[in-house]
């Protein structure tokens, strides 16, 4: 699927957000890891992107399943993989599943509430406590929920098929059985951490993240329309 959606450039905004202190905060956690310390910290660099892309190429479910490089990771690809994240995207789908996760990892554990993780399917699906092998997953950072009103477990429960609360360890249904229609944009991330999860709880590495614009189909209408 080929194609653009435009928008419009945002500043920085929370441009004092502190990646640095982040950085060196999780610096230590890094140095077990087997992969380089540099890309590792890259990753975080990138999770933690502010800045809202002013246009975003189409990309469909099936083709965010299919890019490469994939699993394993392998630091000769780094160049290419680089070259994606680059990319900001708009992927069409079905809101399935939305999950807040708690104890923030990517915030050295520093707040309670963390990402929101909104996993993505091509077309509606009515059994959503299984399938996650099949969805791509999206996410929304803190700095981004805190910029918009109904970017929270609240506001997207009624659009999801099925909600996990991380906070409470609690699952159920969510407002919309089948899910939403809706188009998320944002940066292409290769969460390479995750390779093991693959064909288990997702269906690539590959995610959507942070998600910078979010739109809900009016079938009224017959448009997508901003989430405030």
Not at 146 to 155: A, D, S, T
Not at 181 to 201: P, T, W
Request: glycine content about 10%.
């Amino acid at each position: 699927m080929q194609g653009e959606v435009r928008g419009r450039t945002k500043g920085r905004g929370a441009a004092g957000w502190p990646q640095a202190l982040i950085a060196l905060a999780i610096s230590g956690v890094l140095a077990g890891c087997h992969y380089s310390v540099v890309k590792r910290l890259d990753l975080w660099r990138k999770k933690l992107r502010l800045h809202t892309p002013s246009s975003y190429g189409s990309i469909s479910v099936e083709q965010m399943i299919a890019l490469q490089p994939g699993c394993p990771f392998k630091q000769s690809e780094v160049a290419e993989i680089d070259r994606q994240e680059r990319r900001s995207v708009a992927l069409e789908g079905y809101l399935i599943r939305v999950e807040q996760l708690a104890d923030g990892k990517t915030y050295a554990h520093l707040l309670r509430r963390g990402d929101i993780h909104l996993e993505i399917a091509p077309a509606p699906d009515f059994t959503p406590e299984g399938g996650s092998a099949q969805r791509v997953i999206c996410e929304i950072t803190v700095p981004f929920q805190w910029r918009r009103q109904r970017w929270n477990l609240e506001g997207l429960a009624p659009l999801a098929a099925w909600v996990t609360d991380g906070l409470t360890g609690s699952s159920y249904p969510g407002g919309t059985p089948g899910g939403t229609r809706v188009r998320i944009s944002g940066y292409l991330l290769d969460d390479f951490v995750h390779c093991e999860a693959v064909g288990r709880s997702r269906a690539t590495v590959w995610e959507i993240h942070p998600i910078t614009r979010l739109e809900v189909w009016n079938d009224r209408a017959k448009r997508f329309e901003a989430m405030p």
